[in-house]
C-alpha cells in the first residue's frame, strides 16, 4: 500500500506501508491490504505506520483519512 501523509505547509511522509494505524473520531483504527474505500475524519493523536521491519510514528492534530485502491492519504492539521 502507499501512504502519503500531508499538512498545509508540507508533505510528512510518503512510502509503501504494509499497515496504518489512524486516531479516528470514534476510536483508533487499521488500515491494511484491500481496506474498503473509506474518508473518514482524525482526532489528535498517533499514526503508526508499519513498514518492512520498522514501525514509525508521526503525532498529528487532526485531519482527513481516504483509503481507495490501496492508497491511503492522511491530510493533517499539522504534526505535535
Known amino acids: 500500500m502507499n501512504l502519503e501523509i500531508l499538512t498545509p505547509d508540507k508533505k510528512i511522509f510518503e512510502g509503501e506501508v504494509s499497515s496504518v494505524t489512524v486516531p ?44 481507495l485502491n490501496n492508497k491511503i492519504i492522511v491530510l493533517a492539521e499539522g504534526v505535535i
Open 24 to 67: 479516528g473520531t470514534m476510536g483508533s483504527f487499521q488500515i491494511l491490504k484491500d481496506h474498503a474505500p473509506i474518508i473518514s475524519t482524525l482526532e489528535d493523536g498517533a499514526v503508526v505506520i508499519k513498514g518492512s521491519g520498522n514501525d514509525t510514528t508521526f503525532n498529528i492534530k487532526g485531519g482527513v483519512v481516504e483509503v
